[in-house]
Every structure is written in C-alpha cells, then in structure tokens.
C-alpha cells in the first residue's frame, strides 16, 4: 500500500494504474475509519483492481460554529485499516494542497441542496460537491463508493455527475449499525457512555416508522409525528429534523403510497447524529 499527499505524486500513481488497464475503484472519506468505510472500501474491492481512499477534513464542509478543529484525526489506525482492508494507495493531503491561496471555484447542486442537513448547515453540500468533484478529477476512478448513511450526500453526488457529465459510475451501499443499531459514524466518538445509549433513539424512531407503514400506516405527518414524539421523549436528545420524503426529490411526502425515505438528524450533547432508514408500504 502506498500513502500520498500531493496532486503530483498521486498523479503519477493514478497514470500508472491506468496505464496497466487497472480499474479505480474510489473511496473518499474524512478519515477516522470505522466498519462503514471499510464496507465501502470492501465493495470496491470486489468491483475494481486499484483501490484508492482519500483521506481529507475538508473544511470548506463546516460551519464557522461546528466541529472542524475537533473531528476525530486517527491517521494511524486509518493506514491500518487500509492495509488490512487490501487498499492500493492513501491519498492524504493538506487543506494547502486542496485549496492553494486564491482559491476560488465552488460547485452548487441547487435545490437538493438546501434541504434537510443543508438547511442547518448552510454551504456543507457547496463544500462536499466540490470537494468531491475535485476529487474525482485527480484519481478519474471508474466506480466510487459512498454510504447510504448520508443519504442527501449520495443523492446530491448523483446528480453532480449527470448534470456534469463525469465519467465515474456511483455505488451507493447500506448503513452499517452497530450491535444495538446506532448507525456507525466518526462523531459517535464524542458521546459520553451515557449519551452513547441514547443515541439509539435514532435507529429506534425509524424502526417504529418502518413498523408503522409496513402496518398499513399511509399519512407520512402521523408517522413524522411518532418519530419525532419519540426523540423528545428521550433526555438529552435535541431534534433537528425528522422528514419523510421522496427519495429522488429529497421533498416532503404527504401519503406514502410507494417507498420513502425516513430521515432524522438529533443533537446528543456534542455530537448531530443523522440516520435514515426506507419505509416500504405493503403491496407495493
Ligand atoms: P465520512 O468519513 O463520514 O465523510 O464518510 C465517508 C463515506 O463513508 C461516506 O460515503 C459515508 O456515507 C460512508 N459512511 C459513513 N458511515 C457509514 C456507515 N455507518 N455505513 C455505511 N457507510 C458509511
């Protein structure tokens, strides 16, 4: 396994693969890796010959007032799973790398893009779409992998590539959850022990969603609503959104008559945790 930190040396690791027919087979992460990456990082295995992970906090993703300075930084541990995990090559780089002095491009995917995580966090999916195009552009991968963890991030990556033509194919693969259910994430490492249990509230308000509906339920409020009683019923947890939606269009669903997507976002102490999880209605 090789590790890099520069466009140029990365470059030149990239033309080789390619040069040899190798498929790129990409995964981009902020690091801190846990079984969520290294499913993604599996599935590109399977798929590809070359597998590159990009390692970046890209701070052009934060908010003045969020987590920035504080996100998990493991680059240890993160080179260990790679290896383990069959990975070729780590790029790695600086913020100086990524966005040299006078940068100034940035790339918008309107509308999807003001919705649910993007509300509360004004300018995070200007900040993940271009990082991710950028990316794109430098390891060309063939196939690149991301969780459905982040639901609004895939739909909005999707689209970046039909509407800019990028030749990259985008997998999408299922949340992986721990044990009792919390969906695995690098900030479940700033809960207490006892935040930590209350932090399953998420998975257990869209497990009673999916119940509801797979019982016959079809008025997405009345299912919003027992989510939503749920979390405020649990100390400690702070409710940012609980939506039931289109999946394509990211918009509210009044009847739920074919499948939709349930998603929450939920301050425990330090940490916004976001989960969402598919809500089939019978028969269809
Ligand atoms: P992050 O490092 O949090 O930016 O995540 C990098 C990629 O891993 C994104 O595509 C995430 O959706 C994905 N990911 C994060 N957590 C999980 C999880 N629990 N299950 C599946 N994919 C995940």
């Not at 396994?1 to 498929?23: C, D, F, H, N, P």
């Not at 497990?207 to 009683?229: D, F, N, S, T, W």
Request: hydrophobic letters at 40%; proline letters at 7%; aromatic letters at 6%.
């Amino acid at each position: 396994m090789r590790q890099v930190t520069t466009v140029s040396e990365l470059r030149k690791l990239i033309g080789q693969a390619r040069q040899a027919g190798q498929r790129i087979g990409f995964v981009p992460t902020m690091g801190a890796l846990h079984e969520g990456h290294a499913s993604l990082i599996r599935a590109a295995r399977r798929e590809t010959d070359f597998v590159v992970v990009s390692i970046f906090v890209n701070p052009t993703q934060f908010g003045p007032n969020e987590d920035y300075q504080r996100y998990p930084r493991t680059p240890q541990a993160d080179a260990l799973l790679c290896q383990r995990e069959g990975v070729d090559l780590i790029f790695a780089p600086t913020v100086e790398e990524m966005y040299p002095p006078g940068y100034c491009t940035w790339v918008e995917v309107t509308g999807l893009q003001d919705v649910l995580c993007g509300r509360s966090r004004p300018g995070h999916f200007r900040g993940v779409a271009t990082v991710v195009l950028k990316l794109f552009h430098l390891v060309q991968p063939d196939i690149a992998y991301f969780g459905q963890k982040d639901a609004q991030q895939a739909r909005i990556i999707r689209q970046l590539v039909r509407d800019l033509n990028v030749p990259v194919k985008i997998r999408v693969c299922p949340i992986v959850r721990e044990p009792d259910g919390l969906a695995m994430s690098s900030r479940n490492a700033y809960l207490s022990p006892e935040q930590r249990r209350q932090a399953t509230v998420l998975y257990r308000a869209l497990c009673a969603a999916k119940e509801l509906v797979e019982q016959g339920e079809r008025h997405a409020e009345r299912v919003r609503q027992h989510m939503v009683r749920l979390i405020e019923a649990t100390p400690g947890a702070v409710l940012d959104y609980a939506e039931i939606m289109d999946p394509e269009t990211l918009q509210p669903v009044r009847e739920i008559q074919q499948p939709v997507l349930a998603a929450l976002a939920v301050r425990i102490g330090p940490a916004r945790l976001i989960d969402n999880m598919t809500l089939t209605p019978p028969g269809s």
